[in-house]
């Protein structure tokens, strides 16, 4: 079983930066693909981006060019670095851990994952 953290929401203007951790247990953190999701209350969890265990990145087109994905498999972190904010970012946003994926894959599938953090809320106000 593996557990996961997430931390680094709140509340920022449009425009602004925020940087989201998610910290992982275990000893194969390094082995996992990991990924990034976000959700709206009453929607459907969507994917943001995703990076393998060999560093091979995805991103969903509504964030390429503005959030950066990357993981210290050191420190069993895995980050999402997030500058120039839109309203439209406000979510809870979920990182998840498939350890099951063959190391090139960066997988965007939500349902492909095996593990689940509890969420950070991200506002951005106007």
């Known amino acids: 079983q593996v557990q996961l953290v997430e931390s680094g929401g709140g509340l920022v203007q449009a425009g602004g930066s925020l940087r989201l951790s998610c910290v992982a247990s275990?000893?194969?953190?390094?082995?996992?693909?990991m990924g990034w999701f976000r959700q709206v209350p009453g929607k459907e969890r969507e994917f943001v981006a995703g990076?393998?265990?060999?560093?091979?990145?995805n991103y969903a087109d509504s964030v390429k060019g503005r959030f950066t994905i990357f993981r210290d498999n050191a420190k069993n972190t895995l980050y999402l670095h997030m500058n120039s904010l839109k309203a439209e970012d406000s979510a809870v946003y979920y990182c998840?851990?498939?350890?099951?994926?063959?190391?090139?894959?960066?997988?965007?599938?939500?349902?492909?994952?095996?593990?689940w953090g509890q969420g950070t809320q991200v506002t951005v106000s106007s």
């Open positions: 998840a851990a498939d350890r099951a994926v063959p190391a090139a894959f960066a997988v965007t599938d939500l349902n492909d994952y095996d593990y």
């Open positions: 275990g000893r194969t953190f390094s082995s996992y693909a």
């Open positions: 990076i393998s265990s060999i560093y091979n990145t």
